[in-house]
Nanobody, 124 residues
């Protein structure tokens, strides 16, 4: 059974930084696309960043471009999201997701497995 566990959320001041991690168990992540999504209260889940199965392509939502960096370590079965210059509007529950498809995938509907989410709160 596939499990995804996110860590690294918390409370941070505007302008601060956090790094989220997502450890996958029960499935080899090599050559599988992965992504980070977030959902703020009262809003729909949105795509934050995605990384291709062979690590040669990345997507960032316009709202996080230049501030967030996605990366993966297949040997550790881990996906990361480094978040810098955080803003109050980044406050949300952040989810990592895995698709059994290759390539890069931008939409939540394309992902097969999800973590439970980790809360990120940006507030002074």
């Amino acid at each position: 059974q596939v499990h995804l566990v996110e860590r690294g959320g918390g409370l941070v001041h505007p302008g601060g930084s956090l790094t989220l991690s997502c450890v996958v168990s029960g499935f080899a992540v090599d050559f599988r696309a992965m992504g980070w999504f977030r959902q703020a209260p009262g809003k729909e889940r949105e795509t934050v960043s995605c990384i291709s199965s062979n690590d040669d392509d990345r997507y960032y939502a316009e709202s996080v471009k230049g501030r967030f960096t996605i990366s993966r370590d297949n040997d550790k079965h881990t996906l990361y999201l480094e978040m810098n210059s955080l803003k109050p509007e980044d406050t949300a529950v952040y989810y990592c997701a895995l698709t059994k498809r290759r390539g890069i995938h931008y939409f939540a509907r394309d992902y097969d497995n999800w973590g439970q989410g980790t809360q990120v709160t940006v507030s002074s």
